[in-house]
T-cell receptor
Framework: DAGITQSPRHKVTETGTPVTLRCHQTENHRYMYWYRQDPGHGLRLIHYSYGVKDTDKGEVSDGYSVSRSKTEDFLLTLESATSSQTSVYFC??????????????FGAGTRLSVL | LAKTTQPISMDSYEGQEVNITCSHNNIATNDYITWYQQFPSQGPRFIIQGYKTKVTNEVASLFIPADRKSSTLSLPRVSLSDTAVYYCLVGDPRTPLVFGKGTRLSVIA
């Protein structure tokens, strides 16, 4: 998985509680991404980061926040978990070499259930 | 971001060549075409990327016509282990890419 570790791999939580998912990389790649994947929707981008403390929203960012204080770590926080946030969350990294092309490498995913 | 259209599903027998075509009529000059493969319970995995003409690696070939409004991923002699979802992405690599729903390929013995 290209030096990407997601933790936890599985989590069950209750509605209304905050949840933080962690993505750790050992590749020193500049770009990091958080996606969620639900049946019938494919992968949808939540937030991404283009450097330490530089983040931006994706297409489904409501209810989520992110932080990146170090190159290797990208945290996704569900401020108050809801059942609609039950999903599989994937972290990805890329070097994003500009016009010469870019490849994203994905972690193994975190399966989150909000009851 | 260029929108892509690809078949929802395809079936193939083992040993056959599989071609999955992706339409991207509004592809921009800086856009690359990238294909990913995803197995159940795993994250997507890069297969191949191209800008124009033909690209080949040890896994697949990517054919891109001159107008770049479509592309075809070719998987030679598929096996049961090629059963997966295949995503076609088009975009400027300097910006986040958008995954669609992909093509679910089922390989039958």
């Amino acid at each position: 998985d290209a030096g990407i570790t997601q933790s936890p791999r599985h989590k069950v939580t209750e509605t209304g509680t905050p949840v933080t998912l962690r993505c750790h990389q050992t590749e020193n790649h500049r770009y990091m991404y958080w996606y969620r994947q639900d049946p019938g929707h494919g992968l949808r981008l939540i937030h991404y980061s283009y450097g330490v403390k530089d983040t931006d929203k994706g297409e489904v960012s409501d209810g989520y926040s992110v932080s990146r204080s170090k190159t290797e770590d990208f945290l996704l926080t569900l401020e108050s978990a809801t059942s609609s946030q039950t999903s599989v969350y994937f972290c990805a990294i890329s070097e994003n070499k500009g016009v010469s092309g870019s490849i994203q490498y994905f972690g193994a995913g975190t399966r989150l259930s909000v009851l | 971001l260029a929108k892509t259209t690809q078949p929802i599903s395809m079936d193939s027998y083992e040993g056959q060549e599989v071609n999955i075509t992706c339409s991207h009529n509004n592809i921009a000059t800086n856009d690359y075409i990238t294909w990913y493969q995803q197995f159940p319970s795993q994250g997507p995995r890069f297969i191949i990327q191209g800008y124009k003409t033909k690209v080949t690696n040890e896994v697949a070939s990517l054919f891109i016509p001159a107008d770049r409004k479509s592309s075809t991923l070719s998987l030679p002699r598929v096996s049961l282990s090629d059963t997966a979802v295949y995503y076609c992405l088009v975009g400027d690599p300097r910006t986040p890419l958008v995954f669609g729903k992909g093509t679910r390929l089922s390989v039958i013995a």
